[in-house]
C-alpha cells in the first residue's frame, strides 16, 4: 500500500503488507497546482446509492464507487498474502481527491522509527511528534486496524499523523505482528508491550511518562481497549484515556447491524468471518474474552471515547461496548456517525463528518490530558 504521509485521512485498512521503516521524515505538506482548487462539497456520486446506505453522504459515496472501480477480487476469496495487496480507501480518497482538485492540509509533524524487542522477536513503532514542540508532550499509543491480518503502519499513517498535529501529543503507531505468520494472542501481547515499552520510555521521545492515553481503529479499537484491561489486571500504569473507534468488540455476527450492513463496503460480514478465522487458532476462541470484550470484565477502566460509523456491521459493537462500560461504572462518551462506512474516521480532507470526528476525538483526548 501507498505511504500517505501527507494526507489527514486514513487508509480502508483492507490492505497493505509488511509495515515500511521510512520514518525518519519531516511533513509539512502544501497542494501548489496552477489549477484551482475545490471544496469537498462539490464531490458528487456518479451513481444512486446502495441499496444497503440510503443514507450514505455523497463524498462517502464516492470513496466507494471509486473502490469499487478497482475491481479487486473480494478480501475472503484471497490469502492473507494476497489481500494485502488489495486497494484501499487511501487509494479511493486520493483518486476522489486527485479527480476534483481537492488539496491536501498542512500538517507539520515530524516522524521517526524504532525498533524494540517483545516475546519472540522485535516490532516496528513510529513515533509522531509535532513540529517545534519542547515536551515533555502527552503520549497517544496507537494500534492500527485491519482485522489482525492486513494493513500497516502506512495504511493508518494519517490516523496517527492527525491525532500528533490536533492533540499536540507525540503517537506511538505500533506494527503489532499479524495472522497467520503469528495467531491470536501475538497481536495483543505484542500491542501490551510496545504499551510498557511507552509507559518506561516515554521521556526519550518527548513524552509525559504520566500522561498517555491508547487509541486505535477497528482491531486496533479492540487492542486500545485490551490495553486499559491489560495494564488493570497486570498492575501497570494505566491509561488516562482509551479513544476507541469502530471495535471489534463482540463475537455476535447476528446482531442488529450486522444483519442490516451484511454487504456493506469496505467491511461486511463475510471479512469479519474470514479476519476471525485466520486470526484464531479455531474459531471457539472468538469468545475469548480479548475479542470477545463484552463478556470481559471492565470495571476500573479508565473513561473512553467511542466513535462509530452508522453503516457498519461493527455499530452494534460499539454500542454494546458502550453499554457495558457504563454498567461496570466506567465513564463513556459515545457518537454514532449517520451517512458514514467503516474507515471513515481518518477521510477528513474529503469527508465532513470525517472532518468532525477526529475533532471531536482529539478534543475529547487534549481534555483526558489536562485532567
Known amino acids: ?71 479487486d477480487k473480494p478480501i475472503p476469496q484471497l490469502t492473507a498474502a494476497e489481500a494485502r495487496k488489495n486497494h484501499t480507501a487511501t487509494d479511493a480518497v486520493m483518486d476522489v481527491m486527485k479527480d476534483n482538485n481537492i488539496p491536501m492540509p498542512l500538517l507539520k509533524v515530524d516522524t521517526m522509527g524504532k525498533d524494540i524487542p517483545v516475546t519472540g522477536g522485535n516490532i516496528h513503532l513510529r513515533v509522531y511528534t509535532p513540529q517545534g514542540s519542547e515536551g515533555p508532550l502527552p503520549v497517544i499509543v496507537y494500534y492500527h486496524g485491519g482485522g ?39 497481536a495483543h501481547t505484542d500491542s501490551f508491550e510496545a504499551y510498557q515499552w511507552v509507559v518506561k520510555n516515554a521521556a526519550s521521545i518527548k513524552g509525559d511518562p504520566k500522561m498517555i492515553a491508547v487509541a486505535g481503529e477497528s482491531a486496533g479499537g479492540n487492542l486500545a481497549t485490551n490495553m486499559a484491561i491489560m495494564a488493570r489486571d497486570k498492575g501497570v500504569q494505566a491509561p488516562v484515556h482509551v479513544l476507541s473507534v469502530y471495535p471489534i468488540a463482540s463475537a455476535d455476527m447476528f446482531s442488529a447491524s450486522y444483519v442490516k450492513y451484511l454487504d456493506a463496503k469496505p467491511l461486511d460480514k463475510a471479512m469479519m468471518m474470514w479476519f476471525t478465522k485466520i486470526y484464531t487458532n479455531n474459531m471457539a476462541e472468538a469468545k475469548d474474552p480479548r475479542l470477545n470484550l463484552v463478556a470481559a470484565n471492565l470495571k476500573g477502566l479508565p473513561p473512553f471515547t467511542i466513535i462509530n460509523a452508522e453503516l457498519d456491521p461493527l455499530q452494534s459493537d460499539g454500542e454494546m461496548l458502550a453499554n457495558k462500560l457504563k454498567a461496570a461504572g466506567v465513564t463513556v462518551d459515545r457518537k454514532l456517525y449517520t451517512g458514514v462506512t467503516h474507515e471513515f474516521f481518518g477521510m477528513g480532507a474529503l469527508v465532513p463528518d470525517a472532518k468532525e470526528a477526529m475533532g471531536y476525538a482529539a478534543t475529547q483526548l487534549k481534555a483526558a490530558f489536562k485532567k
Not at 23 to 50: E, M, N
Not at 161 to 171: I, R, T
Request: aromatic fraction near 6%; proline fraction near 7%.
Open 148 to 186: 489482525f491480518v492486513i494493513a500497516n503502519l502506512d495504511v493508518y499513517d494519517a490516523s496517527a499523523k492527525s491525532l500528533a498535529d490536533q492533540v499536540g501529543a507525540v503517537v506511538v503507531s505500533v506494527a503489532y505482528r499479524m495472522a497467520p505468520e503469528k495467531r491470536f494472542p501475538t
Open 1 to 71: 500500500m501507498l505511504a500517505i504521509a501527507a494526507a489527514s485521512f486514513t487508509a480502508c485498512k483492507s490492505g497493505g503488507g509488511s509495515s515500511t521503516t521510512t520514518d525518519s521524515t519531516t511533513t509539512v505538506t502544501k497542494t501548489t497546482d496552477s489549477v484551482a482548487s475545490t471544496s469537498p462539497d462539490s464531490v458528487k456520486p456518479k451513481g444512486p446509492k446502495p441499496v444497503w446506505a440510503p443514507s450514505i453522504k455523497p463524498q462517502m459515496q464516492a470513496v466507494l464507487e471509486k473502490l469499487a472501480s478497482y475491481h
